[in-house]
């Protein structure tokens, strides 16, 4: 019965990586509000500006019309990317990381009205993160790539402080902090256990990675990967078979899938 029960944590695990879709309906819904409400601004303020002349006044309203247009083709640019595999430039693929960020507590009370829940709006902005990510993967140096993970993913009622030093850890199979132990070591890569989000950027100040494989949940992912900006995170979320933040797993075959694929650039 735990083996049928830890199978479907994980086939639960991998099926949310396929919902990046539901982040873009939901944008589409928030721009097309956003349209109509700037498109009535415009229109209200139009006769005010016109007692400044006419080409102030067009000066005005293009200036004005420019933001839903930005927003719009943002919009586009991303949906091609992720639908078409486009790769898009670094450049492009940060300002569009800052324009998800942007829109996301837009996208939560839209979410909210409409009856979808907060981490499944949460799982879809991580995959879709993800999935522009990974299709714009450069070459990382393995010493230049930082696999980080929260302590809960330690057994509880373990002694031994891997949040000091990770190798501490005895790597007795009760938990997956020995597994990805063996993953850093395998590939060369920093392996840090960290207890909150001031450790995990101190670290991540300390390292100076080059990318980051984060594992976490929903909520902690979202913000973590905001912080970090503009480094390029790929989000694992764990699975929490005890409740959260108590000896929560993660799927290792993705972690060693995303750290090879960092490192050899493809």
């Known amino acids: 019965m735990s083996n049928t029960h830890n199978l479907c944590d994980k086939q639960s695990t991998h099926s949310k990586y396929g919902q990046y879709p539901l982040y ?8 097309v509000i956003l349209s109509f409400a700037w498109s009535t601004l415009m229109f209200l303020l139009w006769p005010g500006m016109q007692a400044f002349g006419i080409g102030a006044a067009m000066t005005g309203e293009v200036l004005l019309a420019s933001f839903p247009i930005v927003c719009w083709v943002m919009w586009g640019i991303m949906l091609a990317a992720a639908k078409k595999g486009i790769r898009i430039s670094p450049i492009v693929l940060r300002i569009s990381n800052r324009w998800l960020y ?8 839209l979410g909210k ?16 993160i993800n999935h522009l990510v990974e299709l714009n993967l450069y070459k990382v140096p393995a010493e230049r790539v930082l696999l980080l993970t929260p302590h ?8 031994h402080k891997v949040t000091t030093d990770v190798h501490n850890c005895k790597r007795c199979g009760r938990c997956q902090v020995g597994e990805l132990l063996d993953i850093a070591d395998t ?20 390292i100076r990675p080059k990318a980051i494989v984060a594992i976490a949940c929903e909520r902690d992912l979202v913000s973590g990967m905001n912080d970090v900006f503009p480094i390029p995170v790929v989000g694992v979320l764990n699975e929490r078979p005890c409740g959260p933040c108590c000896n929560t797993r993660v799927d290792t075959k993705r972690i060693q899938a995303v750290v090879e694929r960092l490192i050899n650039g493809y």
Do not use: E, N, W
């Not at 590939?187 to 300390?206: D, E, P, S, W």
């Open 113 to 128: 009205l409409c009856g979808v829940d907060k981490d499944r709006i949460s799982q879809s902005l991580i995959a879709l």
């Open 24 to 31: 873009f309906q939901l944008t589409f819904t928030v721009f």
């Open 187 to 206: 590939y060369g890569c920093h392996f840090v256990v960290v207890t909150g989000g001031t450790l995990a950027r101190m670290m991540i100040k300390k």
């Open 152 to 159: 809960c993913l330690q057994q509880s009622d373990c002694v």
């Open 102 to 109: 942007a829109f996301f507590p837009a996208v939560l009370g």
